[in-house]
């Protein structure tokens, strides 16, 4: 299977889902949210899954959903933060799509998602934790992607624009 599809990696916070949905929209292909999916398979928000049923739970229903959107075509896939912790996530998702890394400072990251109470993974936790998370997980998303962005300043639409650059000048 070529790989038509494109996969947006990054930490919460990055503006994953904006962008995927921006992207889909400029190179009219179909977007998909693991998060959105898993929330509408289960009918519960993310934050109600992991109180419920605990973060273990939650990130088996991810490898399920992985393997099924990485079974679609012309797909612009937006991920949770976490995907890149179970490599058989990244096997499925890079078998057919390439992967592609929205990066910001941690900074920037807090700021943004610091209280958010929809992310159970970052409400609560002071500065110093979300970093210690940031850095963990920092070289898996460098080590699975085959592109990154800094996307610090810009807006939704810069990034979906350099996204549409990079996807139509590489070769399959
Ligand atoms: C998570 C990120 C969240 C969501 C869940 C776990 C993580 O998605 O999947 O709360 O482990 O980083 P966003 O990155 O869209 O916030």
Known sequence: MSKSNIVIIGFMGTGKTMVAKRTAEIL???????????????????????????????RQRENDIAKEVANKKNMVIATGGGIVLNPDNMKSLSSTGIIIWLKAPIELIY?????????????????????????????LYEQYSDFYIDVSGKSIEEVSKEIEAYYKNIAF
């Open 111 to 139: 700021k943004r998602i610091g209280s958010d109470e929809n992310r159970p993974l970052a409400y609560e936790r002071d500065f110093f934790e979300l970093e210690e998370m940031y850095r963990k997980r920092y070289p």
């Open 28 to 58: 009219n292909m179909n977007f998909i949210d693991t998060d959105s999916l898993l929330e509408k398979y289960e009918e519960m928000t993310v934050a109600e899954i992991f109180a419920k049923l605990g973060e273990k739970y939650f």
